[in-house]
């Protein structure tokens, strides 16, 4: 039953209308037939239609349109006994649908307000559910990192106070590698098919990027979790093998990896599987981490402050001088106009502060972490290529 419009009565008017014309201009004369009357057409629609107050007024309409259509008829106001007995049968039959119709209209009101009194209460238990699960996931990583042996590891991990992914990736790599004793460890960020490096200790023999498919080790531990050079060493043809690599993350959600390249421990296995419990640790930190952390910074032209990027360059500086992790600082004049292109041939973690403007030229430092003279080399020949005037330039004298 639909809920009852605020010009029902026209509705209903205008039906009986419709059929008193119709019986009237065409003359059906459907008083000699006691079973054959038009006018319960809209009786019996109305009665399931709306509720019982349009009911009562359609049969009203009923009743008088048809003593209307009787007195107009040649007959005049003589009712057979068939033809009342037969309209009084269909009036009770509305009348009974109608009521019928009402009580499940209002048993399912009824439902439909204890339908929402009982989505409130899921509502409120499902809330519940996730704080009791949140306090019993605590609970059982406390258990597990206890089983492990590794609770005085996560007790100084957790003191990592940083919002910035970079800054607790490095920070998680030279605890844990003085833990374990492993000389040469990185983490890599996992986006789409590639991985980027995001900390680590010394240079990479993966290098500082790479797509999925290039290390056997890596591509392992992205597929079944934990990779291994004795694994593959029959099928390995590159040197730059990493001796381990944990995934960080499930299949369906890959955040990262934690690579090996060497240890001093010869107990390889132990190191394997405190990193695989510390990955599943880390998976959780990520998803809190702030990963796109330059954005806040950036200015409306692309480029970034100064004192930000003076900041980041002496975090870079430490990072080379502790861990030889280098990066490449380069001063370059272009036009104003050709700014844009320059910002799009950046990577997402490079920077780019102005120096100074000289009327339609401006003087710019370009900073580039985890950045050897190689990868700077492949980014200086997209510039010359796509920039029409390009000039490097001493940083010192400007």
């Given at each position: 039953m639909k809920p009852r419009k605020k010009s029902w009565f026209v509705e209903v008017l205008i039906s009986y209308g419709i059929v008193f014309l119709f019986d009237y201009l065409y003359k059906t004369d459907v008083f000699k037939e006691?079973?054959?009357?038009?006018?319960?057409?809209?009786?019996l629609i109305f009665c399931v239609r709306y509720d019982l107050v349009v009911h009562v007024f359609s049969s009203i309409l009923f009743f008088t349109f048809i003593v209307v259509s009787k007195f107009l008829s040649e007959e005049g106001l003589n009712f057979s006994s068939d033809f009342a007995l037969a309209n009084s049968i269909m009036l009770v039959i509305s009348t009974v649908l109608s009521l019928i119709n009402e009580v499940r209209v209002k048993n399912m009101e009824r439902l439909s307000l204890e339908?929402?009194?009982?989505?409130?209460?899921?509502?409120?238990?499902?809330?519940?559910?996730?704080?009791?699960?949140?306090?019993?996931?605590?609970?059982?990583?406390?258990?597990?990192?206890?089983?492990?042996?590794?609770?005085?590891?996560?007790?100084?991990?957790?003191?990592?106070?940083?919002?910035?992914?970079?800054?607790f990736a490095q920070r998680f790599v030279e605890i844990v590698s003085e833990y374990f004793d492993v000389k040469r460890m990185y983490v890599y960020r996992y986006k789409d098919g590639f991985l980027r490096l995001a900390a680590g200790i010394g240079r990479p023999e993966l290098g500082f990027s790479l797509k999925k498919g290039v290390s056997l080790v890596v591509d392992k531990a992205l597929q079944e979790e934990v990779g291994r050079i004795l694994d593959v060493v029959d099928q390995?043809?590159?040197?730059?093998?990493?001796?381990?690599?944990?995934?960080?993350?499930?299949?369906e959600n890959i955040l990262g990896v934690i690579t090996v390249e060497e240890t001093a421990t010869d107990n390889l296995e132990l190191v394997e599987e405190y990193l695989t419990a510390l990955?599943?640790?880390?998976?959780?930190v990520m998803r809190k981490l702030e990963f796109e952390k330059y954005e806040k910074y950036r200015l409306k032209d692309g480029t970034f402050p100064a004192d930000f990027y003076e900041t980041e360059k002496n975090r870079l500086k430490v990072l080379e001088a502790q861990h030889g992790i280098p990066f490449i600082e380069v001063c370059v004049r272009i036009k104003?106009?050709?700014?844009?292109?320059?910002?799009?041939?950046?990577?997402?973690?490079?920077l780019a502060t102005k120096m100074s403007e000289d009327g339609e030229y401006l003087l710019l430092k370009l900073l580039f972490p985890l950045c050897d003279e190689i990868g700077f080399n492949i980014i200086k020949k997209r510039l010359e290529s796509e920039i029409s005037e390009v000039e490097i330039v001493d940083c010192e004298s400007h």
């Amino acid at each position: 039953m639909k809920p009852r419009k605020k010009s029902w009565f026209v509705e209903v008017l205008i039906s009986y209308g419709i059929v008193f014309l119709f019986d009237y201009l065409y003359k059906t004369d459907v008083f000699k037939e006691a079973f054959l009357n038009f006018y319960w057409i809209p009786l019996l629609i109305f009665c399931v239609r709306y509720d019982l107050v349009v009911h009562v007024f359609s049969s009203i309409l009923f009743f008088t349109f048809i003593v209307v259509s009787k007195f107009l008829s040649e007959e005049g106001l003589n009712f057979s006994s068939d033809f009342a007995l037969a309209n009084s049968i269909m009036l009770v039959i509305s009348t009974v649908l109608s009521l019928i119709n009402e009580v499940r209209v209002k048993n399912m009101e009824r439902l439909s307000l204890e339908l929402a009194y009982r989505n409130e209460d899921i509502s409120r238990l499902e809330e519940e559910v996730r704080k009791l699960k949140k306090q019993i996931n605590s609970l059982e990583q406390k258990l597990f990192y206890e089983s492990t042996g590794i609770s005085s590891l996560l007790i100084e991990l957790r003191e990592i106070f940083t919002e910035d992914f970079e800054k607790f990736a490095q920070r998680f790599v030279e605890i844990v590698s003085e833990y374990f004793d492993v000389k040469r460890m990185y983490v890599y960020r996992y986006k789409d098919g590639f991985l980027r490096l995001a900390a680590g200790i010394g240079r990479p023999e993966l290098g500082f990027s790479l797509k999925k498919g290039v290390s056997l080790v890596v591509d392992k531990a992205l597929q079944e979790e934990v990779g291994r050079i004795l694994d593959v060493v029959d099928q390995v043809k590159s040197s730059n093998e990493p001796w381990l690599a944990v995934r960080i993350g499930d299949e369906e959600n890959i955040l990262g990896v934690i690579t090996v390249e060497e240890t001093a421990t010869d107990n390889l296995e132990l190191v394997e599987e405190y990193l695989t419990a510390l990955a599943a640790w880390i998976h959780i930190v990520m998803r809190k981490l702030e990963f796109e952390k330059y954005e806040k910074y950036r200015l409306k032209d692309g480029t970034f402050p100064a004192d930000f990027y003076e900041t980041e360059k002496n975090r870079l500086k430490v990072l080379e001088a502790q861990h030889g992790i280098p990066f490449i600082e380069v001063c370059v004049r272009i036009k104003r106009e050709e700014l844009g292109k320059l910002l799009k041939i950046l990577r997402r973690n490079d920077l780019a502060t102005k120096m100074s403007e000289d009327g339609e030229y401006l003087l710019l430092k370009l900073l580039f972490p985890l950045c050897d003279e190689i990868g700077f080399n492949i980014i200086k020949k997209r510039l010359e290529s796509e920039i029409s005037e390009v000039e490097i330039v001493d940083c010192e004298s400007h």
